[in-house]
């Protein structure tokens, strides 16, 4: 059975510390793969990554930093959005607009969720505060952030993770025992926060992104998940450094949800970040949900090779089989369900095929393994996962903490070594294959090309026209520089004088031979 619809919305935000390590794309490790394609909709921070990139049954929003550091060696920030292809085209999910780079905004439509109202979700990475770009880069992240969430509240319910690089301790997102004792509000309009639910958390730091959010909080009637939901009631450490853990990644939601919240889980520390994923999941009700359930599947029938001697093997099977065909065609139809009939001349297809035939057997595909990625590196991934595993167990031990940062960065050396090692054998077993054996050449090429790289044969008459107006055209600083060397040439001295001879007899006839 294979359900159509689930009654949950699974989100999961995760700062990914950049979606490239060299030339190998993260979303192509298999343990990254797996994480993501759990979720429904998937929000990642710092993708140090500009351009659009896909991912095989997502859509992807993209946004990045329009302004860089002049000196910069690779792009800062970067946040995206994966949503599942069914539930962008079937659920009415649309961008918003965004006051910064920084975040994202979707409009998940009520009527796709049988919400009560639409609800807003935000992705954000809000800059350090003591970050090197406000140096250069005047902006206040968390004034535009305020005012687009003051916007988008009036429309619907609000919904943000991320990386807020806010660290909140036990400050609390709500005003305790407001609903209580509602004789001292002055306006009859004022309406009392009644949340009352307790917040754990393992930080015990406070910054002024922390006090900002728990104001925004309660002006916004906003909650933070962490630490107070199923799955994380403790509050657990999301972000692993060499100086210490904190709680930096969130997901802050509308106090009117917060009974839609089945769930929030601060997943493991992974090698390829310093930011745990963490995941929710929402209570929702997809349409149609009670019309399409489930559909039964069978398995695939199998697949036989046809070759030239097939067809008398058949034949001669047939003869063999023959009493079972006349007792199948003697069968009487009307008293037997359509399903069955079908099913048992399906068994008797294959009763009479199998001796007669030969299978053809299913391939497994095997996982790809990283190109360069050796024995080496196997090893001492191992052993530094086992260390991030007594670093979750123990993370206040400074000793396993030095210890799991000392391991990724030999990690990451050797990773850096095998990589070029892998490009310098490849390029001269390249070199070698181009004049020797051009067909393997290629084939290796084609192997190392990724998915979507053919060129479109679907090609306009007018790119035709363009490329070959570029290709015969030379522009005028080439055509100056050509005719200053013409011109250079025929006033050379040596240049004349090698010419000014006359033609003898041998060299016209050694010409002519």
């Known amino acids: 059975m294979v359900t ?36 429904d909709i998937v929000c990642l921070q710092e993708t140090w990554y500009g351009n659009k990139f896909d991912i095989s049954g997502y859509k992807t929003l993209v946004a990045s930093r329009s302004q860089q550091h002049k000196n910069r060696w690779r792009d800062s920030g970067g946040i995206a959005i994966l949503i599942r292809n069914n539930i962008w085209k079937q659920c009415h999910v649309k961008e918003q607009k965004s006051a910064s780079d920084d975040f994202l905004w979707l409009k998940l439509d009520k009527r796709g969720f049988k919400l009560k109202n639409d609800l807003f979700l935000c992705t954000s990475y809000l800059i350090p505060e003591k970050s090197s770009i406000f140096s250069w880069k005047d902006l206040n992240v968390c004034e535009l952030l305020e005012k687009d969430v003051t916007k988008y509240s009036k429309f619907g319910d609000i919904y943000i993770c991320g990386d807020l690089n806010a660290r909140t301790s036990t400050l609390q997102d709500y005003v305790p025992l407001d609903g209580f004792d509602q004789g001292h509000h002055s306006s009859s309009n004022y309406l009392p926060d009644n949340f009352d639910r307790v917040r754990n958390n393992s930080d015990v730091t406070k910054n002024i992104y922390g006090t900002w959010l728990t104001d925004l909080c309660i002006s916004t009637k906003l909650c933070i998940l962490n630490g107070r939901c199923t799955g994380d009631l403790s509050g657990k450490f999301t972000c692993y450094r060499p100086k210490g853990e904190s709680v930096v990644d969130y997901h802050i939601i509308s106090k009117s949800l917060f009974d839609l919240v089945q769930y929030i889980n601060v997943k493991d520390l992974t090698i390829w970040s310093d930011h745990c994923p963490v995941a929710c999941s929402l209570r929702i009700e997809p349409p149609e949900m009670e019309n399409i359930a489930t559909i039964p599947l069978c398995n695939a029938p199998p697949s036989y090779i046809w070759d030239e001697n097939s067809k008398e093997n058949f034949i001669l099977s047939l003869n ?142 007018k790119e035709w026209l363009d490329h070959f107006k570029k290709l015969f055209t030379v522009p005028d600083s080439e055509n100056s520089k050509f005719s200053e060397k013409l011109d250079t040439a025929e006033t050379s001295a040596d240049l004349l004088d090698a010419l000014d001879y006359d033609l003898t007899l041998d060299e016209v006839t050694k010409t002519l031979a």
């Open 320 to 461: 063999a089989h023959r009493d079972q065909i006349t007792q199948f065609e003697n069968l009487s139809f009307a008293n037997i369900d359509s399903n069955a009939v079908a099913k048992r001349f399906s068994d008797l297809l294959k009763t009479i095929a199998k001796p007669a035939l030969k299978w053809r057997r299913v391939k497994h595909r095997k996982k790809k393994p990283i190109l360069g990625f050796d024995k080496t590196c196997y090893e001492v991934r191992e052993h530094l996962m086992y260390i991030k595993t007594l670093m979750e167990r123990y993370p206040h031990n400074r000793d396993i903490r030095k210890t799991f940062y000392q391991t990724r960065k030999i990690f990451n050396k050797q990773l850096k070594i095998t990589e070029n090692k892998y490009k310098k054998d490849l390029l001269i077993k390249l070199s070698s294959l181009k004049d020797s054996d051009p067909s393997e050449y290629w084939k290796l090429l084609n192997t190392l090309r990724k998915k979507g790289e053919q060129p479109s044969e679907d090609i306009p008459a």
């Open 4 to 39: 159509l619809y689930k009654n949950n919305l699974k989100i999961l935000t995760w700062n990914i510390e950049g979606l490239f390590k060299g030339n190998l794309n993260k979303l192509d490790v298999p343990q990254i793969r797996k994480i993501i394609t759990q979720f």
